[in-house]
């Protein structure tokens, strides 16, 4: 069972451009999380979603951010118009369906962003 | 609120043990976690510990819950170079459908020869 990959694994862009991150979940899994971790920082929460629904964006910045989780296919963060600000290593993790309470995640590798 | 706090930084020898703390917020937190994270890496889960229990052991790590202050511990035994890295506590917080992990800022290990 391969773990949580996301891809690339670093990922450059020029300021003004379309940023789009891949994170396929571990087999099984019905929830993905993303965060973002700036340098120096912990991590952020930016957005809960289940297959097809977005359960909770309450860590979405309100312009330019947008995720997905389509019912065939990775989940995809998608960072339009990118600025210097955005560069940053942005984690995805999946759990299976939520039992007991416990919402044990497990995290992919991270994307490296990088805006210049 | 969501908060989690952590202290920062922790430097211990080689062979002492390290105990990293975290206060969490959400008394309905039924799980909390710590994750470990070496340079350039992901998360990796090391623990977690049932709200009604009090410790939890797990052979080098000790996780003691203080439920009534909301206070989170790690100690780390026999500390080797090899756990230098940053260690984050998380709490939960509960949907109906779900739930997310809150995490603290990290507090980064480091461990001298």
């Known amino acids: 069972n391969a773990g949580v990959m996301q891809n690339p694994r670093h990922l450059v862009r020029r300021r003004g451009q379309e940023a789009r991150l891949r994170c396929s979940p571990m087999?099984?899994?019905?929830?993905v999380y993303w965060y973002r971790q700036l340098p120096e920082e912990g991590l952020k929460f930016m957005v809960y979603l289940q297959k097809e629904n977005i359960i909770d964006e309450s860590g979405m910045p309100k312009e330019r951010f947008s995720a997905e989780f389509p019912k065939e296919g990775p989940s995809i963060l998608r960072i339009q118009q990118v600025v210097r600000g955005d560069s940053a290593a942005y984690f995805c993790?999946?759990?299976?369906?939520?039992?007991?309470?416990?919402?044990?995640?497990?995290f992919g590798q991270g994307t490296r962003l990088t805006v210049v | 609120g969501e908060d989690v706090e952590q202290s920062l930084f922790l430097s211990v020898r080689e062979g002492d043990s390290s105990v990293i703390n975290c206060t969490y917020t959400?008394?309905?937190?039924?799980?909390l976690y710590w994750y470990k994270q070496e340079p350039g890496a992901g998360l990796q889960l090391l623990t977690y510990?049932?709200?009604?229990?009090d410790m939890k052991q797990d052979q080098r790590l000790t996780v003691l819950l203080n439920k009534k202050d909301k206070h989170l511990s790690l100690r780390i035994a026999d500390t080797q170079t090899g756990d230098s890295a940053i260690y984050f506590c998380?709490?939960?917080?509960?949907?109906?459908?779900?739930?997310?992990?809150?995490f603290g800022q990290g507090t980064e290990l480091s461990v001298k020869p």
């Open positions: 959400d008394s309905s937190s039924t799980y």
């Open positions: 993790a999946s759990s299976p369906e939520v039992r007991g309470r416990n919402t044990e995640a497990f």
């Open positions: 087999k099984g899994h019905s929830h």
């Open positions: 998380a709490e939960t917080k509960i949907y109906n459908q779900g739930g997310k992990l809150i």
């Open positions: 510990i049932f709200s009604n229990m």
